[in-house]
């Protein structure tokens, strides 16, 4: 322990203290022991830090910070080097607000295009997620702030978010879902972690001894604290015993108590909670100074600067033709042309998500205001459609007589603020109806559009035949606008290539049959085949591959030589502009004995190339580049034999192969004796019960009781309680017709999904686990002792607060 000394002069309430949260965002301080108290502020590509009334769903106001483009965006550049001075620039925001730990990056895997948070995700390969990820942390602690990588782990849907059973295989787990998490832990240090809110094969995260105490703590070493989501505590003495530090926001002293008695009545040792309260003061003293050194201010026009610097490099160039036979590609656009700018979101960016994410700008560009001083002569300005859908022929009307008097149409089209936010899954694949008929209709007029895609996560994409240029901006922050211009105008070569696979339709995603799951479990039948693991293998075809992205340049590979440390090879910039290419490196065992993806990303580098210039490129291989997690021997083995090293511009362009020979552990097939042929031939579209079983090598497990601590409101319909069948329809109105007004209602949206226990974990002590107890007698049908019940709790629990300190 690093602070015994500490520690030996606490009593046992005090060190219980310190494993929680006092207000929304602080921990627990005991000023007179010396521990003052921590700031925790989301988040992953900004500081919202709520100087006023806090909140975690970014409900209320926050101090005033740069909004760097989301996660998506920030993969999409594949520049770590970027990633850390983000990091460093939002850790340098977050230490002058008075922030000591930012609840950042989120690295969970992309498995379903519909996922509410995409957007605030890297990727579905968790290599590259884990890559960027400890980018991230370690620009943040490069200044002294901590970092806090989320959601751990397996945490994909948001609907019933807190209390979703994520059921998957062992292997998977640890290819998939855990790799990322391994690659942040282990290369970047982060002194705290964030437990999700789901229960991952029946066990919340937050108490799960296989994840935080096996997997985590001593198989990768970590020794900082494990922050539980905020309500996402189920049984704190569980989670401190499993290795979880901090309970937030604000459980209370009843949560004292409770983990107090659960010492008392030996569930848990003292001596657990002396480890924990060891990181939760490591946590608090190591990273105190950057606060107390900070500067009062920040450059606000600096990081302004870098945030669009980000936002180009994250441009992704999906689409760039010759408007007519024989001219060359639209984009760039020459000095002077005359543009139309059209679309709602020209003169409203969509640049962030909604929620904890949600950034108060220090400024936000738009394109309107930017194209002034892009070069180009503007012709007008017109929205053209109503941005949450609808029909408007007036605005349809106008915006076609603009398009008619320019040179060249930008069209901005996105997914609206509704389409995608923190608590909800999106509810399609598809752009608004009303955007694809302008687009259809301004074409007629102008054949030279080029279309501007803000949007956090894919979206279907036949309506692109009709535009001969897209450039996907992703959500690109507050200087988004500027820098897609940048591209636009060839000041900036497009050099982003896609983190995740864009199918051509929703369905065709595996997890897409039962995602997102309405049950309590969500099972994860697809396994390993996530995102281009699955179209790769089944050879499906795809609207944009991942890795995809064009160039104003060409690039040509050459020269590889490879050996089992890594591939060499010569990238040159074949076109007459310089440019930067996007090399990755996948491996693959065509002769495999054991099921697997057809190729999986192992390693990249980007290159930057004046026009004519070549480089040798070498990416190296690391410990992860072979291995597979074999469920029979419980180790990372490594089949013996011949594997393909491919390099490429994307997973569909590989431009060199070589084999070469790897020795291997020559362990068990694991899947001896099961039948795993859904697996084998990647048919994972609709996988069987016992196809899935068969790959657990387990039955499904039981869901246990539905009306207990964790019934989640929006099943309260189920219970047998007059008073919550009230609770259930008027919430159930609530939400109904906040969706009907097109603005969801985050607060409501929460509640919804939340279990009954929550209650007691966000009320700062108001409400305690015996009432949630008194709460289900009265669900299960004994209302009169429910109610009695609930009061005596209520009245004991209240003099109780009073009475501590
Ligand atoms: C989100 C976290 C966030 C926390 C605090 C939760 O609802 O899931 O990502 O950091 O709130 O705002």
């Known amino acids: 322990m690093k602070h015994a000394d500490i520690i030996a002069r606490l009593t046992l309430e005090e060190k219980c203290k310190l494993l929680q949260g006092k207000t929304t965002f602080g921990s627990w301080p005991l000023p007179d022991k010396g521990i003052p108290a921590l700031e925790f502020s989301d988040g992953p590509n900004g500081v919202r830090h709520q100087a006023g009334e806090a909140d975690h769903l970014g409900l209320n106001g926050s101090m005033p910070a740069t909004c760097f483009p989301t996660a998506v965006t920030v993969a999409n550049t594949w520049d770590e080097e970027l990633g850390e001075r983000i990091g460093a620039a939002m850790a340098e925001e977050a230490a002058t607000q008075g922030v000591h730990v ?42 002294g702030v901590g970092a806090c990588p989320k959601h751990f782990a397996v945490n994909s849907q948001e609907t019933r978010r807190q209390a979703s059973d994520s059921v998957v295989d062992e292997r998977t787990l640890r290819e998939i879902y855990l790799t990322g998490f391994e690659i942040v832990t282990r ?25 935080l105490g096996e997997i985590l703590r001593d198989e990768w070493g970590f020794d ?39 010492v008392h009545e030996g569930r848990i040792s003292e001596s657990d909670i002396d480890e924990r309260a060891d990181e939760a003061i490591e946590l608090v003293l190591s990273t105190r100074k950057a606060v107390e050194d900070a500067a009062s201010s920040f450059d606000v026009d600096a990081h302004h600067a870098l945030a669009r610097q980000a936002a180009a490099e994250g441009c992704v160039l999906l689409k760039n033709d010759a408007p007519a036979e024989g001219a060359s590609p639209l984009l760039p656009l020459p000095a002077a042309t005359k543009v139309a700018l059209i679309g709602d979101f020209a003169k409203t960016p969509r640049y962030q998500g909604a929620g904890s994410s949600a950034v108060n700008s220090t400024k936000v560009d738009s394109l309107l205001d930017t194209i002034d001083g892009s070069g180009l002569a503007l012709v007008g300005y017109e929205p053209g459609f109503e941005r949450h859908g609808g029909k408007n022929d007036s605005k349809r009307d106008a915006a076609l007589d603009l398009a008619g008097k320019a040179d060249v149409v930008i069209l901005a089209l996105a997914l609206d603020e509704i389409a995608e936010s923190e608590g909800a899954e999106r509810p399609t694949m598809r752009m608004n109806e009303n955007q694809v008929e302008l687009l259809n209709a301004v074409v007629e007029k102008n054949r030279n559009v080029v279309v501007l895609l803000s949007a956090g996560s894919c979206v279907e994409s036949a309506w692109m035949e009709k535009a001969p240029a897209v450039l996907y901006c992703a959500l690109g922050g507050q200087a988004g606008a500027g820098a897609a211009l940048d591209v636009v105008t060839g000041k900036a070569c497009p050099s982003g290539k896609l983190t995740e696979t864009w199918p051509v339709r929703w369905e065709d995603v595996p997890s897409s049959a039962s995602y997102p799951s309405d049950e309590k479990q969500a099972q994860y039948r697809e396994g390993i085949y996530v995102g281009y693991r699955y179209f790769d293998t089944a050879g499906r075809e795809v609207a944009f591959p991942f890795g995809y992205g064009l ?35 996948y491996v693959s065992k065509p002769d495999s004995q054991i099921f697997r993806a057809e190729q999986e990303l192992k390693g990249f580098a980007r290159v930057e190339l004046a026009p004519g210039e070549s480089k040798e490129v070498t990416i190296a291989l690391d410990d992860k580049a072979f291995r597979y997690f ?106 109904t017709n906040a969706d009907k007004s097109g603005h969801p209602n985050l607060n409501v949206l929460f509640i919804w999904n939340m279990p009954l226990r929550a209650l007691a974990k966000m009320t700062n002590g108001m409400v305690n686990m015996r009432m949630v107890d008194a709460l289900v007698m009265e669900i299960r049908g004994f209302w009169i002792i429910g109610i009695l019940r609930f009061i005596v709790e209520f009245v004991v629990n209240l003099v109780q607060n009073a009475t501590s300190k």
């Open 630 to 735: 074999n469920t029979r021997s419980n180790a990372w083995e490594v089949e013996p034999g011949a594997y393909e090293l491919r390099v490429g511009a994307s997973s569909r362009d590989i431009r060199l192969a070589a084999t070469i020979q790897v020795e291997g552990t020559d362990a068990p097939n694991p899947y001896e004796g099961r039948d795993v042929s859904a697996y084998e031939s990647a048919d994972v579209l609709c996988v069987s019960g016992a196809s899935f079983e068969a790959l657990l090598g387990h039955a499904v497990p039981d869901e246990g009781p539905t009306i207990s601590r964790n019934m989640c409101f929006r099943d309260l319909n189920h219970g047998r309680s007059p008073i919550f069948w009230l609770v259930w329809a008027v919430l159930r109105a609530m939400k």
């Open 187 to 211: 290369e970047s240090a982060p002194k705290s972690i964030m437990s999700s809110y789901n229960l991952v094969n029946g066990v919340y995260a937050n108490e799960n001894e296989h994840l």
């Open 551 to 585: 160039s104003y340049t060409t690039f040509a590979y050459s020269d590889m030589k490879t050996t089992a440390e890594g591939a060499t090879f010569t990238v040159t910039n074949t076109g007459s502009v310089a440019g930067t290419e996007v090399a990755q490196l």
């Open 102 to 143: 930012l609840l950042g990056p989120g690295l969970c895997i992309k498995r379903n295009p519909l996922c509410g948070r995409n957007f605030e995700y890297f990727s579905e390969d968790p290599y590259l997620a884990g890559k960027m990820a400890a980018a991230y942390v370690r620009g943040i602690q490069s200044e």
């Open 224 to 262: 900082g604290a494990v922050v539980t989501d905020w309500g996402g505590s189920n049984d704190h003495a569980a989670g401190v015993a499993a290795g979880s530090t901090f309970e937030m926001p604000a459980p209370g002293l009843a949560s004292v108590r409770e983990l107090v008695a659960a």
